[in-house]
């Protein structure tokens, strides 16, 4: 027995895909952060439950998720990732052979502006995706959650593809709703930002990313992705000052 989990805003555009590849699953529930498209019509319609909750970061709403899991194995996978048969007939026998790990790894192919990104530190792009909801939960990191195992950690021999990109407007949104919760955060840690964290911090990530982690190798995308991740950074601390000054 296996329940399909996932959060949800304005997805309207995966959910018939992604309902037909997690069929297999016993249940499918998504947490829907109020959409203000036909997310939850069409979810409703393919006979997902849909359980609204205003949104307030990404590890209390999958943990609001897993509350809300009929059964122990749960696979927590994102709209806008695809999974190959050979992925889903794994995860399959994984469950039915009762493993002794508790959660699995999966590695992700990056896909941005139409391109595979192979490079740009997506190179080792792993995400835990599959696991045992009594032995797991998220750290209450408000951005880039990670989950907590209290037991072994295998991983799975196929990949997934990550589709992150509809258009420009929209993988900016994502970022700079990223930026704000990473804001957030620095600001419960009494985190003041300065000169440093406006003019070093953004370049840093912008040369790491494109030269350290070889962007470069990933042509025109590459460096479109190093300069929006040195942006996000910028806006991290942008939104940070803005909290101290009470500016919207």
């Known amino acids: 027995m296996i329940s399909a989990l996932a959060i949800t805003y304005n997805e309207e555009d995966y959910i018939e895909r992604y309902v037909q590849q997690l069929s297999f699953a016993d249940e499918i529930i998504f947490i829907d952060s109020f959409s203000t498209d036909n997310t939850v019509d069409l979810a409703q319609k393919y006979g997902v439950k849909v359980i609204q909750r205003k949104f307030d970061n990404f590890s209390t709403q999958r943990n609001f998720a897993l509350e809300h899991a009929s059964n122990d194995w749960v696979i927590f996978f994102d709209l806008d990732e695809s999974l190959p048969n050979q992925l889903i007939s794994e995860i399959k026998t994984i469950v039915k052979e009762n493993s002794k790990n508790y959660a699995y790894r999966v590695k992700r192919n990056f896909y941005f502006m139409g391109k595979h990104i192979k490079y740009s530190g997506f190179q080792n792009d792993t995400v835990v995706r599959l696991f045992n909801k009594t032995k797991c939960t ?3 990191n408000l951005v880039h959650e ?3 195992v209290n037991g072994t950690i295998g991983s799975l021999k ?3 593809d990550h589709y992150t990109y509809k258009t420009f407007d929209d993988y900016n949104k994502k970022q700079t ?3 704000k919760l990473q804001a957030k955060h620095l600001y419960n840690k009494n985190v003041r930002p300065n000169l440093y964290h406006f003019f ?6 912008f040369l790491h990313q494109y030269f350290i982690k070889l962007g470069f190798l990933d ?3 590459g460096f479109i992705l190093a300069y929006l991740q040195g942006f996000s950074v910028f806006k991290r601390y942008l939104f940070l000052w803005t909290t101290y000054r009470n500016i919207e």
Do not use: A
Request: hydrophobic letters at 20%.
């Open 138 to 140: 998220y750290n209450g």
């Open 146 to 148: 990670t989950l907590s």
């Open 158 to 160: 196929n990949t997934l």
């Open 177 to 179: 709703q990223y930026s």
């Open 200 to 205: 070093v911090r953004p370049l840093y990530r």
């Open 219 to 221: 042509g025109k995308e």
